[in-house]
T-cell receptor
Framework: AQKVTQAQTEISVVEKEDVTLDCVYE???????LFWYKQPPSGELVFLIR??????QNEISGRYSWNFQKSTSSFNFTITASQVVDSAVYFC?????????FGTGTRLTVIP | EAGVAQSPRYKIIEKRQSVAFWCNPI?????LYWYQQILGQGPKLLIQ????????DSQLPKDRFSAERLKGVDSTLKIQPAKLEDSAVYLC????????????????FGPGTRLTVL
């Protein structure tokens, strides 16, 4: 069975602090993809990153970075120097052969 | 490039009434998805189309939900009759839909339709 766990329901940080959002997944597929999406108050899910199971290189995009570790089945997301505009619900998702499973999301609030 | 369009953005109906949602995917995207997102949860796939054919509707409550994508572009999702537990945001997404990578393609989402059933 496939499953995505985002144990942090809500996180609050003060602006300019770094914050890491955790994502742990379960799958029996050898080939799979992991995603992060951002859902601001407007409701639209915004694609952030897609990573396949064979590529464990960490990725950095501006203030965002992702740490993929197959050994611990984790795909964590770090925002450096957080800003108020980063306030949103962030979803981790796992895609296998037959479906795309979303976690329950982590609500991030960045306090000015 | 225009994103995924959905309408209406909000809808309030009484239980047992009918409602329909419309989605226009990104131009050139062959695959279209409808998701249901209940408050506080992640999106759950209802149905997936590849062009105008249904690929997966295993989680669609077919006694009350129906969806179509007649010309392989726009799609409509209908609920008839609505129940209180159908209150949710209905998200439409599209992807390029390369034949062997239907779920691993990046999906691009519309703004959603927030449905409230009273």
């Amino acid at each position: 069975a496939q499953k995505v766990t985002q144990a942090q329901t809500e996180i609050s940080v003060v602006e300019k602090e770094d914050v890491t959002l955790d994502c742990v997944y379960e799958t029996r597929d050898t080939t799979y993809y992991l995603f992060w999406y951002k859902q601001p108050p407007s409701g639209e899910l915004v694609f952030l990153i897609r990573r396949n199971s064979f590529d464990e290189q960490n990725e950095i995009s501006g203030r965002y970075s992702w740490n993929f570790q197959k050994s611990t089945s984790s795909f964590n997301f770090t925002i450096t120097a957080s800003q108020v505009v980063d306030s949103a619900v962030y979803f981790c998702a796992l895609a296998g052969a037959n479906n795309l499973f979303f976690g329950t999301g982590t609500r991030l609030t960045v306090i000015p | 490039e225009a994103g995924v369009a959905q309408s209406p953005r909000y809808k309030i109906i009484e239980k047992r009434q009918s409602v329909a949602f419309w989605c226009n995917p990104i131009s050139g995207h062959a695959t279209l998805y409808w998701y249901q997102q209940i408050l506080g949860q992640g999106p759950k796939l209802l149905i997936q189309f590849q062009n105008n054919g249904v690929v997966d509707d295993s989680q669609l409550p077919k006694d009350r939900f129906s969806a179509e994508r007649l010309k392989g572009v726009d799609s409509t999702l209908k609920i008839q009759p609505a129940k209180l537990e159908d209150s949710a945001v209905y998200l439409c997404a599209s992807s390029l839909g390369r034949r062997l990578a239907l779920f691993t393609d990046t999906q691009y989402f519309g703004p959603g339709t927030r449905l409230t059933v009273l």
